[in-house]
């Protein structure tokens, strides 16, 4: 098959060889008189051929005038009356050539001078190049093909594998770069893929040459299946033997592994001949194995049938004991046992190797609870081994004993996979985290989005005094791991420590608050702790608090991500004060629904007036650019409840104050009554939207949240809904809370 496939190629090659056109240019020298000749080709190599009546020696030069000795410019052939130059790889321009041929080597009489002067305009050509090398693959390929020239319309591209029939490829791009892909069917085995090619340059003249590779040879034949193998177990190693009758099999896979069911990922080696002697091998213990070749190509066979052997252990003899097991079964019970205390060592290997790493490595394998995953496995292989040993004890048969050794392999399986071997830091960083006014203010609001302007001023205000006061500094560590076990498998881990510092203990109303950005997490769900899981999600975004007495946070999510994704994390401190009752409106949600439009008459007009006015008065002052940007999210906001969009007028309000916190005293003076009338609009939009649903369908917790903020209400808008919530008192029998 594949020397057909050769054939095919050297057709395909010799077809293209005799398409090729002429690109000689002939002339004659005349030894009588200086001649001056000019050509015009459209092919970028060009060979010249100079005829003489006498027998002469040509040179050439490129500088006009020059005598003949001067000439350094030697032919390729210049012998007689015939004499040959090739010039290739020109590009497009006017090239000078003078020639002189001399009869004498004495040179007595300066010969005449025959000018060339050579037009190159080259037809547009093209090169391709493929995103696999040969020999190709099936499936979908990246064809890039770039011309010498710019194109002004998409060149033509078609394709074969078979030179009979060529079809279209759809290309995309510009000038001189085009892209397409090429999709080679999986059914296709040993063949070519060739290509042909045209376009027009600017001046619509076309171009049909592929330079460099238009023909790529595709090879999808596997190798034939090896159908006989032999397996002998002998003192300390295992020899293996097969017979094949392929041909093309450039070299022999060995997949071996200690249980059945062998299959590609188990490759130990690779033998040139049809044997092989595995001394990696442990006396006692039994190994299955498979053969399969594979082509120069790297087309691999399918595996041959499954053969195994027991490594042969020396000085055996049976055991004198008054087992029930028979004595030629006893030995499959002691390789199982082998197994079992081979993993055991591998276990203890891996507590050893720990100590020679890194203190910082040795710590973060202990925190993240690895060396106590290696332990408990260490556990139940010493239960696995004890449940070995009573077999012997069991007048079992052959098949009886085989079934229980597969259970109890099983859980050895089990108890490997729960083993970590190695664990990998492929990317660190550190710093000390920023506990800025902005975090700060942020994490109150995460905390409890109702306080007022003047309460999460005196929340940020006691927390910046008890910082001071305490000297909390927050560490952060951020690692990418990956966690390699026992079994081959693999984890990968974005971690975060932090590291707390300062004279805290638990207090009421402290909390540090942890927001983790959602590239590194979409929900709360995602993140594992391993430190610090006394935890309370505030939002599912997600962002999270911990008790003021926490000292080390430790938690990580099982993806690959940017070490950048774990440092847009962040983590601060907060106080909040005691707050008392009061008459003013908390600003609870006590709706949480889809928009709709409520806001009373009275108070719309009184927010468009109000904001007439400041916005006249804010003309005649030169705002900062955080008062600016409160001004153009104001009228968003305003926008929305316009919409009866209150679910974005909410969202919008959240960011909306903690920009309106930052503002300075006198800045924040300007926009105060703009903040509370618009807190006012929402929370009427909420108890409205509360007083809908109440009227529909009871629901305990929104009624009593409803009575609580209907109570706080200034007068002026407790009357507006007085109505309706008394209504609602007597429905639902005049509860309150």
Request: charged residues 25%; glycine residues 6%; hydrophobic residues 35%.
């Amino acid at each position: 098959m594949k020397s057909k496939l050769i054939i095919l190629v050297l057709i395909i090659f010799s077809i293209s060889l005799v398409s090729a056109g002429d690109q000689s240019l002939m002339f004659n020298y005349n030894f009588a008189n200086s001649t001056l000749i000019e050509k015009t080709v459209d092919f970028s190599s060009v060979l010249f051929k100079i005829n003489t009546d006498q027998d002469a020696s040509c040179k050439y030069g490129t500088t006009q005038g020059s005598s003949y000795q001067s000439l350094d410019g030697v032919f390729d052939l210049s012998s007689g009356k015939f004499h040959e130059k090739s010039f290739t790889e020109l590009g497009d321009g006017i090239y000078h050539y003078y020639i002189k041929c001399s009869t004498s080597s004495f040179n007595i009489t300066e010969p005449p001078e025959l000018a060339i002067l050579l037009r190159v305009n080259s037809l547009v050509t093209a090169q391709i190049a493929l995103s696999e090398t040969i020999p190709l693959k099936p499936g979908k390929k990246e064809l890039t093909l770039v011309t010498s020239k710019v194109v002004p319309q998409q060149p033509s591209l078609t394709y074969s594998f078979d030179s009979l029939i060529y079809n279209n490829l759809p290309l995309f791009g510009s000038g001189t770069i085009w892209k397409g892909y090429l999709l080679i069917p999986k059914n296709l085995q040993d063949a070519v893929v060739s290509f042909k090619f045209s376009a027009n340059d600017l001046e619509g003249r076309q171009g049909t040459q592929i330079k460099g590779n238009s023909i790529f040879i595709i090879d999808n034949l596997k190798p034939a299946t090896i159908s006989y193998v032999n397996a002998i177990g002998k003192l300390g190693e295992i020899e293996l033997d097969w017979h094949d009758i392929e041909e093309d099999v450039d070299v022999y896979n060995i997949y071996r592994y200690t249980s059945p069911n062998v299959d590609y990922t188990d490759f130990i080696s690779t033998s040139k001949g049809n044997n092989f002697i595995d001394k990696s091998v442990e006396k006692g213990k039994t190994y299955y194995y498979r053969i399969a070749g594979e082509d120069i190509a790297g087309n691999i066979a399918d595996l041959s049938k499954e053969v195994y052997a027991t490594v042969l252990r020396e000085n055996f003899s049976s055991s004198t004991t008054s087992s029930q097991l028979s004595q030629s079964l006893i030995g499959k019970v002691e390789n199982f046992v082998t197994e079992i205390n081979s993993l055991v060592s591998e276990i203890d290997l891996v507590r050893s190797n720990l100590e020679s790493k890194n203190k910082d490595d040795r710590d973060l394998f202990t925190d993240l609870g690895l060396l106590k995953e290696g332990d408990l496995a260490k556990s139940e292989l010493i239960s696995l081994k004890n449940e070995a040993d009573k077999l012997k004890m069991q007048d079992l048969t052959e098949d009886e004993l085989n079934k229980k050794i597969d259970g109890l392999r099983l859980k050895l399986s089990v108890s490997k996979k729960k083993v970590p071997d190695t664990l990998s830091v492929l990317e660190r960083s550190s710093r000390q985290e920023v506990l800025s006014d902005e975090n700060i203010l942020e994490a109150i609001f995460s905390i409890n989005s109702s306080l007022t302007e003047k309460e999460s001023s005196n929340a940020l205000k006691e927390t910046k005094n008890f910082l001071s006061q305490k000297s909390i500094a927050i560490n952060s560590n951020f690692f990418l791991a990956e966690i390699i076990y026992l079994d081959g498998s693999r984890r990968d881990m974005a971690i975060v420590k932090r590291t707390i510092s300062g004279e805290v203990e638990r207090m009421d109303k402290s909390y540090f608050v942890e927001s983790v950005s959602k590239d590194v997490a979409e929900s709360a769900s995602q993140i594992k702790f391993k430190a610090g899981g006394g935890y309370e999600i505030l939002k599912e975004d997600p962002v999270l608090s911990f008790g003021s007495d926490t000292k080390v946070i430790i938690y990580y999510v099982e993806d690959s991500l940017d070490i950048s994704d774990l440092e847009n994390t962040k983590m601060t401190f907060v106080k909040l004060p005691s707050i008392e009752p009061s008459s003013k409106i908390t600003g609870y949600s006590i709706y949480q629904g889809d928009s709709l439009r409520y806001g009373g008459l009275i108070l719309g007009v009184l927010v468009i007036l109000t904001l007439l006015i400041y916005f006249i008065k804010l003309r005649k002052r030169k705002l900062s650019v955080r008062a600016l940007d409160l001004k153009s999210k104001i009228s968003n906001l305003n926008s929305h409840l316009d919409k009866g969009d209150l679910a974005s007028a909410k969202e919008l309000y959240s960011s909306l104050r903690l920009n309106y916190a930052s503002l300075g005293v006198k800045e924040r003076s300007l926009f105060k009554k703009e903040m509370d009338e618009l807190r006012l609009l929402i929370v009427s939009g909420d108890i409205k939207k509360a007083i809908d649903s109440l009227e529909e369908s009871f629901d305990n917790t929104l009624y009593h949240k409803l009575i609580q903020v209907y109570s706080t209400l200034p007068n002026n808008l407790k009357n507006e809904f007085k109505d309706k919530v008394e209504l609602l008192k007597i429905k639902y029998g005049g509860v309150e809370t």
